[in-house]
T-cell receptor, first 114, second 111 residues
């Protein structure tokens, strides 16, 4: 089955530690995205990548880093510089030929920093 | 990007049509209207999009006013599983970077 996988579903870390969230897609999509969602709020864009080895900052990139070494993978690192890292993190992908805004989302990772 | 305005919440009786409005009075000529929904604690799901013509697919219908300043998402026969947050976003079709979602409308379908 084609889709987007995010692992793990729940993640706990101590304050001050970096943590990397995984996102893999087998849809052969060109673009990939990371969003953050806080309780009761909408999605805010952290980073996005339209092609391999290239990525752009979204609205709230501070304290986060990404890489896009392979088309199917777009890991997100939440660094210790991120002041409020506890949130629900969503990864998405889209295909250029259908316009970037028809996005397919993964199930999300809920990160809790203790 | 055009800003959208949606009511924070709506109720609908099971089996009835759910009509979710969205205002986008500053929409530009090349911006599309997209709808997504997010069931609690899951990733959002793309529903439908349109430019100026009305659109229908297996999930919903999208009605865009002639002046394109507002639109309505219609779920023709709402079920309890349609309870979710519905997001209306307005974007240029080929711009990957403008993808932040607002707070949406929480639709509650009641038996």
């Amino acid at each position: 089955d084609g889709g987007i996988t995010q692992s793990p579903k729940y993640l706990f870390r101590k304050e001050g530690q970096n943590v990397t969230l995984s996102c893999e897609q087998n849809l052969n999509h060109d673009a990939m995205y990371w969003y953050r969602q806080d309780p009761g709020q909408g999605l805010r864009l952290i980073y996005y990548s339209q092609i391999v080895n290239d990525f752009q900052k979204g609205d709230i990139a501070e304290g986060y880093s990404v890489s896009r070494e392979k088309k199917e993978s777009f890991p997100l690192t939440v660094t210790s510089a991120q002041k409020n890292p506890t949130a629900f993190y969503l990864c998405a992908s889209s295909i250029r030929q259908r316009g970037y805004n028809e996005q397919f989302f993964g199930p999300g990772t809920r990160l809790t920093v203790l | 990007d055009a800003k959208t305005t949606q009511p924070p919440s709506m109720d609908c009786a099971e089996g009835r049509a759910a009509n979710l409005p969205c205002n986008h009075s500053t929409i530009s000529g090349n911006e599309y209207v997209y709808w997504y929904r997010q069931i609690h604690s899951q990733g959002p799901q793309y529903i439908i999009h349109g430019l100026k013509n009305n659109e229908t697919n297996e999930m919903a219908s999208l009605i865009i006013t002639e002046d394109r300043k507002s639109s309505t998402l219609i779920l023709p026969h709402a079920t309890l599983r349609d309870t979710a947050v519905y997001y209306c976003i307005v974007r240029v079709r080929t711009n990957a970077g403008k993808s932040t979602f607002g707070d949406g409308t929480t639709l509650t379908v009641k038996p």
